[in-house]
């Protein structure tokens, strides 16, 4: 019986923090038997040191080495143009690859004999790979740190305070989008004492929302709207003129919150049009507004910039806040790292790397369809 090599890389993307595998995690692999390379410094932005990696078995090599020694190469987001050519035929590249962004990153791979699997094509409706789920674990961190990171940006406070004083009212708080990070922004917000308002397309959200404390809001939508729940437990792409109504019946509810979080995204497509410069041009003096599908591609708000704080003249704060995660690397990391030991434990058998196409797991994760 052989024995598998997996390889976890240092991630070079700008402001990328996050490590594929934590040393808790390459104990749990250890004791599979699974072996276990880790890059020269990998973990160090998120606070796991070498010595950390070493002690809990794996060996720390250099980038050259692991490439040449390893089965699987771990990775957190896409590979940059220097460590896609390091990978060699027969290799297996885990991560979060962005197949539906980067299809000629995955064609040039696979065309060299570089198998892919990326975790951002899990459909979330197979409940048997929940413990797989990367886009799960990781829109939970974002939508926390997006609460906390607008409380600390608004200049009042969150919750309803009764001093010498005075009153001080609760911040008024609307998240858009409901899904995974949306609802961990609405249960952090809540938490610390705001009032919460929700909305999102998909109808089935209206009782998550609630669950939580929150308020769902209701957009009147044109007769011609249809369900906004998408393939995988996604939201699906709305119409152009289907987000020119959204936006409208938003903008007046908008105007009256002091801090407004955006959180949707449509995998492989760019993110819709939630906020309008407009919109934000009516929010009082002091709000805030947290985007959190700003990215290169554009975002959730119409005048945010990705990893960027802008001060509007009006006194309103936009953060292009695509890259959350990696604001909390430590947290990230461990959560992502846990994805991955359950994913390897589903692909090893008996010593090998298995990826079966007729495995409905490994089929979405491969971009293929069960044989």
């Known amino acids: 019986m052989g024995t598998v090599t997996v390889g976890a890389v240092r991630g070079r993307a700008p402001g990328e923090r996050r490590v594929a595998l934590v040393p808790e995690a390459v104990a749990l692999l250890r004791r599979d038997g699974i072996d276990v390379l880790v890059e020269t ?122 001093t010498a004083a005075g009153t001080m009212r609760p911040a008024q708080v609307l998240v858009l989008g409901a899904g995974v990070a949306g609802l961990q922004a609405i249960a952090t917000a809540r938490r610390l004492g705001a009032a919460v308002t929700a909305y999102d397309v998909r109808p089935e959200s209206r009782e998550e929302v609630k669950s939580l404390g929150a308020r769902f809001l209701d957009v009147a939508a044109p007769p011609t709207w249809e369900q906004g729940t998408g393939q995988g437990g996604y939201a699906r792409e709305l119409t152009e003129s289907e987000q020119r109504a959204q936006r409208a019946a938003l903008d007046a509810h908008i105007a009256r919150t002091d801090i407004v979080i955006t959180t949707a995204q449509v995998p492989g497509r ?49 953060i292009g806040a695509g890259r959350l995660p990696s604001a909390m690397a430590t947290a990230a990391s461990t959560a992502y790292a846990r994805n991955l030991v359950a994913l390897l434990r589903h692909l090893v058998r008996d010593g090998e790397l298995v990826l079966d196409p007729a495995d409905e797991i490994t089929a979405a994760l491969t971009g293929g369809a069960p044989a």
Not at 59 to 73: C, F, G, N, Q
Not at 75 to 82: F, R, S
Not at 116 to 131: E, I
Not at 270 to 299: I, Q, Y
Request: charged letters at 20%; proline letters at 6%.
């Open 41 to 162: 410094g990998a973990g160090a932005g998120a606070w796991f040191a070498d010595a950390d990696y070493a002690e809990a078995g794996a060996a720390v090599v250099p980038p050259h080495e692991l490439y040449t020694r390893a089965d699987a190469v771990l990775c957190v987001g896409p590979p940059d143009a220097g460590a896609a050519e390091s990978l060699r035929a027969g290799q297996v590249l885990i991560g979060l690859l962005e197949p539906l962004r980067r299809p000629a990153l995955v064609s040039a791979l696979a065309a060299r004999g570089v198998r892919t699997v990326s975790l951002d094509l899990l459909p979330r409706t197979l409940s048997r790979a929940q413990s797989m789920d990367a886009l799960t674990s990781q829109a939970n961190v974002a939508g926390y740190k997006a609460a906390v990171l607008a409380a600390d940006t608004y200049g009042r406070f969150f919750p309803m305070l009764t």
């Open 270 to 318: 760019k993110p819709p049009l939630l906020v309008t410069a407009a919109a934000v041009r009516a929010m009082k003096s002091g709000s805030v507004v947290v985007d959190l599908a700003a990215s290169e591609s554009g975002g959730n708000v119409e005048v945010s910039e990705p990893d960027r704080t802008t001060v509007l003249d009006n006194g309103v704060t936009v």
